[in-house]
């Protein structure tokens, strides 16, 4: 991934969490911060004083928040981290004198908070920083007794080179370039995961939950809230809280956030817009932990101010404008649905609540159920990239739903969904925002291997078959009907969806010529059939090397034995799905766990989902190459400037990343290499080749993606060319975000025309850990 020119000095103070959960603020130390920083390093043991300073003087205090904050060397950062508004560490770096891509990195740490990873986190921001800055590595140096501090360098996901003299240990470690960060950006993921499942326990795992504004009167979102969490049987402490009411159905009522008997960890706010803000900051002041806020009807203004509050007093927050959260294992259900979710193995995240409601309906009829929901409304906080790295961990999740209408940070959610991707299913609706946002929207998906469904009904179609059926492991499709048209229709559709009807051969063909009428392609049992000769060949069909799923398509008559027993009763080795042609559900289970369907197309599209899913799973991720003969520091000096370049200027920029133009046109069939730089989703590579076959991928691009984006382009006379082309068009657009649009006209192997558009843009880290 790459790292060079993706951040900028952050001058606004951002939020992140530790390791535990806590919420820090980081910030660039100020000259009012003296005092603060002068007396957190006074208070600091003579044993931590020694460990940072080398000395015991008690002037190293002063001296160093001189430095850091009133003296600081040109070119130098000090960053702040503070918990509750209370100096928690600083870290800084100084470049060398002689050498200014190199700096020198220095950390200290409040006393109290050693072992909550505010160090590690405070050194991923001086990377970013650092980065922005063109310094290429860092240096440090420690006293060998120093272990804490050299557990954060060894940790860090870097690597380090140490030399020892006199009892003190010199560290240097490169920081992330192209083509070699995914060891770092892996640390720095896995350590934002457990700092956020840390903090998402509040919500999903409360040990106690407080319901503010419920209504004595029945009917009201807050009473329809608390009544919930109470009929489901949720164990841990239940407060509520109403001014205007002494008791709710029994509960006591307390008059304000202030009187909870403790913290709570969680605290649903169900009141008026207008009295949102001063609840939330009650909350705060008694050290609730998180929050969800049904209340719709906040502005923009008050959406800043609550965000603010929760950011303030480290609350983790849900909404505004939700349906609320359940977790139906805990007996935990803090919505206001008419009906409680069946605990099951399916995460659920949305942001209209309504259709979430419904489908966690669907999910609990069909018995695969709900292991945890979140409708998180105008999601100024808690996302569905969040809600990935929950269940990546709950120990619970084995399919995970997300209906998201929009990204905060598509590259780190395209990041993490990949990952998470490679375990479990992820599945979504594709919705309709126009051509261009939802093909980028699709590439987005296709990339992460997130099953992309069509609408509704077809996200629960294929929930029910990934949620109770083993991935296939290739696209070749057994079909057995007792309906001959039936499996026709079967077979037409696996054809329109890029599967392979098998055709049985050899002794597994003459065994089922024992057992039905038509065994060449679709096998036809013909309607008077047995449960036991259905059940053989469905098991004999299974039991093929060259079949990697089945459909069993059925019509129950007065002639047949009992074929939906027959299903459940197959040992089935593979995938099965089902169609009952006279059912009226699109899709319900059999014995809770077959997938059987209306129509035979519902089948085979929830299973070429399914097939889709195991070819991405069981393909090789690639390598994103590093290019060493790339000129990335001439480059930045050509697009320092606004507009379209000019003829040489976009030639001798091409050169840069070795893409040379050819003087004449050279014969082969035209192709097309277009950059996008999407300012949100990042940099789109797409590959035009003749009138229609069109592909897209965001880049980074690995060698992998490469060879996809020319899969249809088989005429082209030299693909590696042009492979090798798309990695250096890739590595541009990524070390370069100030090219907006990039077109390529290309004759064969050579680039015979380029258009290249620029801007001034200062971006932002997109894997950064901090809080939005």
Same mark, same amino acid.
């Given at each position: ?292 806020? +049904?209340?719709?009807? !906040? /502005?923009?203004?008050? #959406?800043?101010? @609550? %965000?603010?509050?929760? &950011?303030?007093?480290?609350? =983790? $927050? ?57 409708? +998180?409304?105008?999601? !100024? /906080?808690?996302?569905? #990239?969040?809600? @990935? %790295?929950?269940?990546? &961990?709950?120990?619970?999740? =084995? $399919? ?74 290739? &696209? ?57 000769a259905f059940r053989q060949c469905l ?170 984006l020319t899969s249809r382009d088989r005429?082209?006379?030299d693909l590696d060319v042009l492979q ?49």
């Open positions: 991934m790459s790292m060079a020119r993706e951040v900028s000095e952050p001058l606004d103070p951002v939020y992140a969490l530790l390791a535990d959960g806590t919420t820090v603020e980081i910030r660039p130390a100020v000259p009012d911060d003296f005092d603060a920083v002068k007396a957190m390093h006074d208070a600091m043991s003579p044993d931590n004083s020694y460990l940072r300073f080398f000395n015991m003087s008690r002037l190293s205090g002063e001296i160093e928040a001189r430095r850091i904050c009133r003296n600081p060397a040109p070119g130098s950062t000090a960053l702040l981290a503070l918990a509750d508004g209370e100096l928690a560490g600083v870290a800084s770096y100084v470049p060398s004198r002689d050498r200014p891509d190199q700096a020198e990195v220095a950390f200290a740490v409040a006393d109290h908070m050693h072992h909550k990873g505010i160090a590690t986190l405070l050194l991923e921001h001086l990377v970013s920083l650092a980065r922005s800055q063109q310094i290429a590595t860092f240096r440090a140096q420690t006293l060998s007794e120093n272990k804490a501090m050299l557990n954060v360098f060894a940790g860090a996901g870097l690597p380090v080179k140490r030399r020892y003299a006199e009892g003190v240990i010199e560290l240097t470690f490169p920081l992330p370039v192209q083509g070699d960060s995914d060891s770092y950006l892996d640390a720095v993921a896995e350590r934002e995961r457990r700092a956020d499942v840390a903090s998402l326990r509040h919500i999903f795992a409360p040990q106690s939950v407080a319901v503010i504004g419920a209504s004595r009167r029945r009917g009201t979102v807050g009473r329809a809230i608390l009544d919930n969490v109470r009929a489901c049987g949720y164990g841990g402490r239940l407060y509520t809280v109403n001014p205007r009411a002494r008791q709710i159905g029994g509960e006591r009522c307390l008059a304000s956030p202030l009187d909870l008997p403790e913290p709570a960890d969680l605290a649903v706010i169900a009141l008026p817009a207008g009295k949102v803000l001063d609840v939330a900051e009650q909350c705060g002041q008694r050290g609730v932990r998180s929050l969800v806020v +049904v209340t719709s009807g !906040l /502005d923009a203004a008050q #959406n800043a101010d @609550l %965000l603010a509050v929760c &950011r303030r007093h480290g609350m =983790r $927050l849900v909404g505004p404008d939700c349906f609320g959260v359940a977790v139906p294992g805990i007996g935990l259900d803090a919505t206001f649905a008419v009906r409680p979710a069946r605990p099951g193995v399916t995460g659920l995240v949305m942001q209209s609540g309504g259709l979430g409601f419904a489908l966690v309906d669907h999910l609990s009829r069909l018995g695969i159920g709900i292991s945890s929901f979140a409708s +998180v409304g105008d999601k !100024l /906080d808690v996302s569905g #990239n969040d809600m @990935l %790295l929950w269940w990546e &961990r709950d120990g619970l999740t =084995r $399919l995970a739903v997300l209906y998201i209408e929009s990204f905060g940070n598509p590259r780190k959610f395209a990041r993490t969904a990949r990952r998470v991707s490679c375990a479990m299913p992820v599945l979504t609706v594709l919705a309709d925002h126009g051509e261009d946002s939802s093909g980028v929207a699709l590439a987005l998906f296709e990339q992460a291997g997130i099953i992309t469904t069509r609408g509704f009904g077809e996200l629960v179609e294929a929930a029910a078959l990934l949620a109770t059926q083993p991935v296939p492991a290739g &696209r070749t499709v057994a079909i057995v009907s007792n309906v001959g048209s039936a499996g026709q229709l079967a077979a037409d559709a696996c054809a329109d969806r890029g599967l392979s009807v098998h055709h049985p051969h050899g002794q597994a063909r003459r065994r089922l010529r024992t057992l039905a009428r038509a065994v060449t392609g679709p096998v036809e049992t013909g309607a008077p059939v047995s449960a036991e098991e004999l069909l299974a039991a093929d090397d060259e079949v990697d799923a089945v459909v069993a398509i059925v019509l129950p008559t007065g002639a047949t034995g009992d074929l939906e027993a027959a299903i459940q009763q197959a040992d089935m080795p593979k995938p099965l799905a089902a169609v009952v042609l006279t059912q009226p559900e699109s899709v319900r289970l059999l014995g809770d766990r077959v997938p059987a369907y209306g129509s035979p197309e519902a089948a085979v599209r929830a299973l070429a989902h399914a097939a889709g899913y195991g070819t991405w799973r069981a393909a090789s991720r690639g390598q994103v190459p590093a290019l060493p003969d790339v000129r990335t520091e001439d480059a930045r000096a050509l697009v320092r400037t606004s507009g379209w370049l000019g003829p040489a200027q976009a030639a001798e920029l091409l050169r840069c990343y070795g893409i040379p133009l050819a003087d004449l046109a050279p014969p082969g069939p035209p192709v097309k290499v277009r950059v996008a730089g999407d300012r949100v989703f990042g940099p789109l590579v797409t590959v035009e080749a003749g009138d229609s076959a069109r592909t897209a991928r965001f880049t980074p691009l690995t060698d992998v993606d490469a060879a996809y005429s082209h006379p090798d082309l798309l990695l250096r068009v890739s590595r541009l657009a990524d070390d370069l975000p100030e090219v907006t649009e990039l077109d390529l006209d290309l004759g064969g192997p050579a680039v015979i025309n380029a258009r290249v558009m620029v801007e001034p843009y200062q971006p932002q880290d997109p894997f950064l850990r901090k809080l939005r």
